[in-house]
């Protein structure tokens, strides 16, 4: 095979509807590939790390080294882990899959071994300014064939809660040029929540899978109490319950529920959840390739989680490009021990401006047989879209004291 060196590493940072950071690499022998490497609300940070610090050391690089080139990242920058790293290292190592992919001209899950399923079960977004308006969204969602739903709404007496729109456009929660302030209340939350799943379950059965995201506002105690009042109505999961720093905390949440709990979506690397794995604490790890350093290292992570009869469940919001939910679509059809994939549907310009191979029918999404990850961008309209500053909300409690958001 002829030689393949890097001789281009360009960042393109574009706002088609909202802000992306995409790393192009470009080899001798006349390929690219593309990477995602969009932190919300933090994107030129991953975008200045590539271009400053990244790009000059893969000139000159053999584009086929994919593991040695992840190892140069992590371990030669010294600096290891932080979602800054993570994301600059998983946009270069998708590029570099994507590359080795179309020299193979091969579809990237043939590349990771092949599929493991017909498709990928996809989980959509359900939310409502009030009860009603969640069961109706819920009820458009099954006729669009989703099988499993997240559902969120919002909690009476407590304003701009996480998971429901603020204001009539479609959920996007980075949203504003500072920080917008939300407010929390437990007390009314805990009390809400199974009244939520109470009406969905009244109204659709138990046949729907059905999600929710506690989104990091519990202590552990809380979590543990919230995970047994939603017992009776059978999660597929509760997300996020508590903060995952300490690890050990979801110890005492596991003691007390049987509720399905997923966790991950702002870990950055396998020692994130390795107690959380190797201890069984977790049913679902929802790291996704974009955060967790790329296919190299989410591979990596399903293969441990895997020893433990844990499965995966990849992060798939809007501020993961496309590219990046290409790459989750590949790896989520290869691996053995895949759970499910968040599905929050772009915008139709970041639809336009990422053309795709990938499609979603009947609750499932399928990567498309593209070479590659099959995902384009369209380089020549980026200069149409400017970076545009957007900040996800802080949270404060009804007293004023800095919450988790
Ligand atoms: O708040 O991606 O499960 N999904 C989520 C997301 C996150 C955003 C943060 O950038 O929790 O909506
Ligand atoms: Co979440």
């Known amino acids: 095979m002829a030689e393949s060196k890097i001789v281009d590493a360009k960042v393109i940072v574009a706002c088609p509807a909202r802000n992306f950071v995409t790393l192009k690499i470009t080899t001798s022998d006349g390929l690219y590939g ?20 990244v790009a000059p050391c893969l000139i000159g690089r053999d584009a086929e080294r994919i ?11 010294y600096w290891r882990r932080g979602p800054v790293t993570m994301a600059a290292i998983a946009a ?29 079960t996809v989980y959509a977004h359900a939310n409502g300014h009030s009860l009603d308006g969640l069961l109706d969204s819920v009820a458009h969602h099954i006729e669009l064939g989703y099988k499993a739903i997240r559902v969120q709404a919002a909690v009476p007496g407590v304003p701009d ?29 805990m009390r809400f929540a199974p009244e939520m799943m109470e009406a969905v379950r009244a109204r659709f059965g138990f046949d729907l899978a059905l999600l929710h995201d506690a989104h990091h506002r519990l202590t552990p105690i809380e979590a543990a109490a919230l995970g047994k009042s939603l017992e009776g109505y059978r999660l597929f999961w509760l997300e996020d319950a508590t903060p995952a720093e300490n690890q050990e905390a979801f110890r005492l949440i596991r003691q007390h529920t049987t509720t399905p709990l997923a966790v991950g ?3 950055n690397s396998i020692f994130d959840c390795q107690r959380l794995i190797s201890e069984q604490l977790i049913d679902y790890i929802r ?40 790459a989750a679509l590949h790896f989520d ?24 191979a990938y499609t979603y029918a009947n609750g499932m999404m399928h990567p498309g047989e593209a070479p590659g990850h099959g995902v384009e ?27 988790n958001w």
């Open 34 to 53: 593309l990477g995602d490497g969009t932190l919300n609300g933090r994107e030129l940070a991953v975008a200045a790390y590539l271009r400053d610090h």
């Open 67 to 77: 593991e040695d080139t992840w190892q140069y990242l992590y371990r030669g920058a």
């Open 92 to 120: 270069v190592d998708v590029a570099l899959w994507d590359l080795k992919a179309k020299r193979a001209g091969m579809p990237l899950y043939q590349l990771l071994g092949g599929r493991c399923r017909e498709g990928v």
């Open 161 to 189: 809660v996480y998971g429901v729109p603020h204001g009539s456009q479609p959920y996007e929660p980075a949203d504003s040029s500072l920080p917008r302030e939300e407010t929390w209340s437990t007390p009314k939350y």
């Open 265 to 267: 979506e702002v870990f």
């Open 287 to 326: 790291t996704s390739v974009v955060h967790a350093g790329g296919i190299t290292h989410l591979r990596r992570i399903a293969s441990f989680a895997g020893l433990y009869g844990v499965r995966t469940g990849c992060h798939g919001p809007t501020d993961l490009s496309p590219i990046g939910m290409g």
């Open 333 to 356: 059809l290869s691996i053995p021990n895949f759970g499910i994939q968040e599905h929050m549907p772009h915008a139709p310009l970041t639809d336009e401006f990422f053309p795709h």
């Open 377 to 403: 961008i369209d380089e020549a309209a980026a200069e149409k879209f400017p970076y545009k500053r957007a900040y996800l909300p802080v949270c404060r409690l009804e007293d004023g004291t800095m919450h």
